[in-house]
């Protein structure tokens, strides 16, 4: 993978991780206003009450997604440093975000929230897109 398409890689990580950072703070009071708007946004029913309930799932969910933007970083840096022996992992890798894109945009839609799926289909387009163009996803 090129440096253009690593960089591009660790970017959309960082911005991951970024996002996740904004919903765990949603899980505090003083915190919550941005949380509280996104999940107005994407549901289409203006900022919701953040009740303790919801206030624990919505920071439950931003520390998961921080941890999903670490890990795929993690893992990525590991598969480049394997080189060509590195393929299995870039594809394990991609079937692991392709299975929480499929189970977090189907929750989404059966909730009301598509707003979110569609937000999915970018955040997955966006990862892919160094993935299918670096190369390291091919067969050797």
């Known amino acids: 993978m090129s440096g253009f398409w690593r960089n591009w890689l660790n970017l959309w990580c960082w911005a991951v991780v970024l996002f996740g950072a904004i919903l765990a703070a949603g899980g505090f009071a003083a915190t919550s206003s941005p949380a509280s708007f996104l999940l107005g946004v994407m549901g289409g029913i203006g900022a919701p009450a953040m ?33 060509a022996e590195g393929g299995p992992i870039w594809r394990r890798l991609t079937g692991s975000l392709v299975a929480w894109f499929l189970v977090d945009s189907t929750i989404s839609i059966a909730t009301g929230f598509w707003l979110n799926a569609v937000s999915n289909v970018i955040i997955m387009v966006l990862c892919l897109l160094p993935l299918w163009r670096g190369g390291v996803l091919r067969r050797a």
Do not use: K, N
């Open 51 to 83: 009740e303790p309930p919801l206030r624990f799932a919505v920071g439950l969910m931003g520390a998961l997604t921080m941890a999903l933007g670490l890990l795929v970083l993690v893992t990525a840096d590991a598969a480049r440093r394997l080189g």
